[in-house]
């Protein structure tokens, strides 16, 4: 079971952009990294095709680290661009991991962004490996490079080698490919994760979220289907739909956490449907307050819909630092007891003497929702009702999503009553199972609920096996 | 006039440590910079006292950029400590002018930081040279440093030197001076700005904001008096109140604007007294709507106030990217025009056929509020109707706020109506001068409204004044 | 033939570590790097095999830059390391292009590290391509891994892969391989690059140079042999001579300039063949003067040999600025006029009035010897007589050392009488062909004077030809 | 004694422009810094005069580190500017303590760059704040400039200002001031540190070494006499003589080590200064040998004069590593072992068999030269004889130059016999006190042979005093 959670877990946003209007593909893919930087932090890239010759840049690090002014301007120009930031686990964070990845083959130069997570990978890599194949890197985002490159020798276009080699790909993917002449977006039959395409005057873009389309002033066009893949060139889009025929099973907690509030995916607004998280809670865990607050920044929009539904005031009863960032460093034992503090502060003027409902979305080990109940009552709250917009996490997510290993997690060793005493509220709630999948009501998807309930839309048996070659010595190597 | 607006406004944050509790004096003064990081986020410092012998680091850039682990601890420890982080203009922004400032003298070391503006700078420098004195800055702390350090070669202590200068130092501080085995507060008799105490066992805090106690695990004992001069030691803290006597006239845009919402200034929570202007809006610009919401951050709570005065449900219609920070980088005139759409995004689910009260802090010069009502009506607002949590600017501000120069300021140049056109608002409404004086019922305290009236509670005749030598040349120098 | 230029020339150092004393691999690869500095300046890496597992770092940059102390302790430790720096064209110093190259196939991690120029690169990687086979980077070592990875598939081990994979690649290469359990060297059977074997107890390592052999503390035992695969695992070191038997046709330039001058090279010490060839330049270009003297460093051994065998005082007339290095950054016109006098500088009182005889290692475009001669004019020089340790070069070298364009070298458009005259010199001798393959008598091998002779030891009728994936738009491509 | 080694020894260049011929003043401080880059690699700076208003910039670091293209070119331009590069102790080498120090004063802004060690500093410092000044630094600048400035207030002219304070400065300085409408050199009534002038059509040049005047395409004038002010503006340049009429007191350091070889100090070669320093060894110290090689590079010069007066063979034996520079970073007891490995490398050929005489320019702890000799016998040579172009150090240097402290010093402990069985040679010769001050036997000009003799031309007995509030709690304070 460990060695599966060893696997690299990939929560990643990817962008494309196919240039008919000087939006200017660098600065467009540099604007919609910033409006995905909250989709992954570790490592962020652009690549831009200029007549078929790729340039790229890549490297560990935020957007705002990673890219300045310099290195923007010797990415040059072109029609087509893609972008990609990504979390990886510790180890997978490795410069030669990130993404866009940029290559050669038969066809010419091409590259790869990638949202997801192959669970045949390591039955795919060893036959590539037994042919000869080499690696590079431990990213998915590679292997799929090698996989269409092998069908795009028999095949008679890049479209139809992506669709080909999407007949042996086993898992989830949102992904980009960047061939010399063409655009293309793909998304797994079953469409785990989100990818969206926009348009602005004669021009395309792909992105995981629609606020990254709104943040290079394009409008919304639709979502690419379950299993479609969607080709932009100059003769304008175009889909083949072999692979599509499923409904989409999003992964629910991108609703939950994963994606931007200003973000609409599979026709639901996200502030909306997580509005809706609050308004379940407020009718299935009702309680006497004064008070409806949220754990900023994510708690917020469900505090509202809790607030709307069951009448009590809504308010801000916390601040969060925006200076912290990602940039705290001290990290003494007294630092890290001092850690939420330093992040959160209670309001007390607007938490003293009152009864509080307090909303956030998850709860993973417990530790932090104990420091802030803490916090907010050495403020003065008489009572603290904690109620959380998603059901307990139980199982392990293997599409990409890095939940923390079952036994570290709260809910598999307590009960709720007994989560509730361990972080200090008076009464705790937790949005049903039923309730989370009616949270986009007005869209035609059904959710992946697999960290929740433990059910999966696809076969895991063999998910997340590494490379014996990723361990220090074993059998017949010299 | 104009030659007076280029003086050099500093916005600062102090914070001063006396540390009889093992709490860290480098930690807790790093912690406190984040906490004040708000208050000035072009240059940062901290300064460090071990038994005499200080070490200090300052340079421009925000905390997380100037104070990496290696530097943290090149400051060794010590008992005491200040930190101190500036907002100055372009012109002022040089290393030389960071805080806080250390410094020799006939009586030991010595450093100060300082929250402020001395009006008679210049008349006070000019007098100094005259007596042969150099300066290796423009900043008013190294002015304060010159003028105690004169006294208190007739004193027959620190305190008694301070006493003494602020005889003739005529303008605006909320200062904090570190000798070898003290360490000081002082407010100006007016007290302008803020400046508060806390104590953490037998140890104690000085800080432009609660918040900044809050953030060190202290707890909040009082505010400074306006002229109090406050000294803690190690027979603990006693204070001289030669100069007291006069009411708080505390810079009412701290309330407005400057301070951390979870702040508590004169007695008045900076949340709630938002809140309360809100209630004010509510009051005199009524309007029927269908949702009230913030410009965020610094609209939120505004918004809450009217929404809970008027009955009008709340709600958040507009996403801040939290990654942009100070990292923005393009420059291009396209970009520009996008750069409130990076920063800023409608959620067009929450405002689509909504006629919607919008709450901002301020307006200067009306082009960023024009752009987000335009973003808001493309996504699908019915109407927008703006409503503005403090009066017009019109004056300039002497006392360390950088307004923008009047001829810029859009309430010098239209009515009230044509700013709502321009800024194509359905209605528009501001604070009034009368409400705004009463956003802190409970504080004894007046208020310097300026920037809004054009009274101010100094005489600011001369202030502003510069050198000739900043200039190039003039007359009989060689 | 300008086609052919724009390959890609490497000059590179190797370094290889076989660890059975607790040397430390990375410290020693570390140091040997800044030993072999002198052979690659534009990018440098190392990694580290701990028991399968491979570790590596590279990057842009010298190793001064590259490698930092937490860079270096991140590799954590091992039982062998590779090291490489690399001197590039503009076109190929990208971060992918830089050595070791590390990488994952059927049997486990590797890394590569070369120096060299394979010939028949652009046929085997397009029949590669037609294989399916993708490649990250434009560099021969990528393409090395791949047909050792290939070979690999139906050989018994990595040493008979590395043996087949030779029958295929048809050119330069002194080449290093580390396998999980495996540090390998190698020489293409020509033997065009030096590469060394040194011994330090019951460790071993691989090297470009005696140098960097020296640098870790080992004493020289021998060269690989031309052709050979020497085999270093934890039964000591044995070898494959499959391909052994073509005497050595070294890179003649590795005498005049490449080298180190306390490296041995084929048996003979780089100091004393330069020596000697100062001796041929007396002996061929004797001249009535006062002082010899070289154009530091280069100059300086072969101006020693001069003075020794005309009797003429030796001396020291010209002084390099140790400080400039790399980091010289101004760019106007007026500076690049100034460029030679910041690098160097005459001293004026050894020089005035003198004859002199100013030898250094090669003349290119002749600008440089132009300042420098005017510059010794100007202090007072009375002749100047030139002296070149090596004939004009004239003709492209296809193997790695990066000569200019045929077209700007000054021997390609005039006389050596125009020469002199351009220059400003009174007179100008260079060494002849003959006397340059006399300079390592010691020696029995044979020398590469491609650039100077235009006779290659190596068909190159298809050197250097690029991709046409390398060019914008071609056709067929999708 | 030790007391007074703490003192802040500081080796400085210093380098001013007036330029009347857009020769570029920030470019030409740039360049000249480099040329005196040997003189200071702690910190440096440069600052420019624009009409009055100076723009300065300095940090820790070497040239190629602290000024980077953006960093030049926010300097601006003007008719003036100042250069600095110094070598401090660890303690000195802060930021504050960098020259060019800007400041500002009743006459308008200036900026102070020197070379030296005032010996009353202390009085003075505590006079000054007597009357109530204070100090950023512990730097004899900053002391300068408030001498200067108190003058200034009863002088009619800064020149008369300068020349007033001289006569309370006692000790050691070549100092450069720059006022908003002249430059000014001065050299101390003994001239221990050089200054010398340059001129390029109709503009001036300063600097420390000739070299720097090189450096900037202009060509040496005279050297600043003993006691000299040198005054350059609109008119040209003038002097104030009132302190000269002592012979040069020249630091006899600077010949044997601190200048670069290519200057010209009081009208000596440094070049052929040391040359000579080989003669009177080759003189005194005769032995029967094969080879005469230096220490590179301090001691080639040296060396060629031993063999041009000995008749033996000059050569190379030891190569130095150009790319370590100040970078080398390991520091593990292992890696100390190797440093010398590191950085010199013996060439085995040249030395093999040989009776070797080494040259260097010193001894100080004698480690070094111990691994020096240890390493050319373990590459065959068969007899090292060593000779010391200078007397053995066996006293403290007050005027600038750091040696180390009088108890490390190996001639302090050991007889010259006992030194050279300790560092392995078979013979060691030193240089004589009489010898060395004939190395420049055209300079009418004594010199200052105290590191040597003991005997100092000024004196010493307050030298190096430091203030009791650079140690912990003294009396008094508060």
């Known amino acids: 079971m460990q060695d599966m959670l060893d696997k690299i877990h990939e929560e990643c946003g990817v962008f494309g952009i196919y240039d008919n209007d000087d939006m200017g593909v660098v600065e467009s893919a540099y604007m919609a990294l910033y409006a995905l930087q909250h989709r992954g932090q570790e490592s ?3 690549a831009v095709n200029d007549d078929g010759v790729i340039s790229s840049y890549r490297d560990l690090g935020l957007v705002s680290d990673v890219f300045k002014q310099e290195t923007l301007e010797r990415l040059g120009n072109g029609k087509m661009a893609l972008g990609h930031c990504l979390y990886g686990t510790a180890e997978s964070n490795k410069r030669e991991n990130a993404q866009p990845m940029p290559f050669r083959h038969v066809k010419g130069q091409m590259a790869i962004a990638n949202n997801g997570s192959i669970l045949n990978a390591l039955d795919l890599r060893e036959k590539l490996e037994m042919q000869g194949a080499i690696f590079h890197s431990t990213s998915d985002a590679e292997l799929i490079a090698h996989m269409i490159t092998r069908e795009r020798l028999t095949s008679k276009s890049i479209e139809d080698a992506i669709c080909n080699a999407m007949d042996k790909l086993y898992g989830v993917y949102s992904l980009l490919v960047m061939s010399p002449r063409k655009l293309i977006g793909v998304r797994d039959p079953l469409g785990l994760r989100p990818l969206s395409i926009g348009k602005y005057k004669d021009s395309y873009v792909l992105a995981s979220e629609t606020s990254a389309i709104d943040s290079v002033g394009a409008h919304f066009l639709r979502d690419v289907k379950p299993g479609e893949i969607v080709i932009i060139d100059e003769n304008g889009l175009r889909s083949i739909e072999k692979h599509c025929g499923q409904k989409s099973h999003l992964c629910v907690f991108e609703f939950v956490y994963n994606a931007r509030p200003d973000s609409v995916i599979e026709g639901t607004s996200v502030h909306l449907a997580r509005q809706k998280m609050g308004e379940f809670l407020a009718k299935d865990h009702p309680v006497e307050a004064d008070l409806v607050m949220g754990v900023p920044d994510s708690g917020n929009d469900a505090a509202l819909g809790y607030a709307n539904a069951s009448g009590i005031p809504y ?20 630092q890290r007891e001092n850690a939420v503090r330093i ?31 803490k916090m ?21 997510c293997y599409f990409g999503t890095d939940i923390d290993s079952p036994e570290r997690l709260i809910a598999n060793n307590m009960t709720i009553e007994e989560i509730g005493h361990k972080i200090g509220v008076d009464t705790l709630g937790f949005l049903s199972l039923e309730d989370i999948v009616n949270v986009a009501e007005k869209s035609d998807c059904e959710f992946c609920t697999g960290c929740f309930s433990g059910v999966y839309p696809l076969n895991v048996e063999n998910a997340g096996k590494v490379s014996k070659f990723d361990r220090k010595f074993s059998e017949n190597i010299d």
């Open 44 to 46: 962020c890239g652009i």
């Open 343 to 373: 992040k959160l502060n209670a309001i007390a003027d607007a938490v003293r003497g009152k009864r509080i409902v307090l909303v956030d979305d998850s709860i993973v080990r417990g530790t932090t929702s104990m420091r802030i109940v």
């Open 315 to 334: 308010g801000t009863g916390l601040l969060k630092n925006k200076y912290i960032g990602r940039t705290f460093i001290l990290n003494t034992q007294k």
């Open 376 to 396: 907010l009552r050495e403020a003065g709250a008489r009572e603290v009702h904690m109620r959380i917009a998603s059901p307990p996490f139980r199982y392990p």
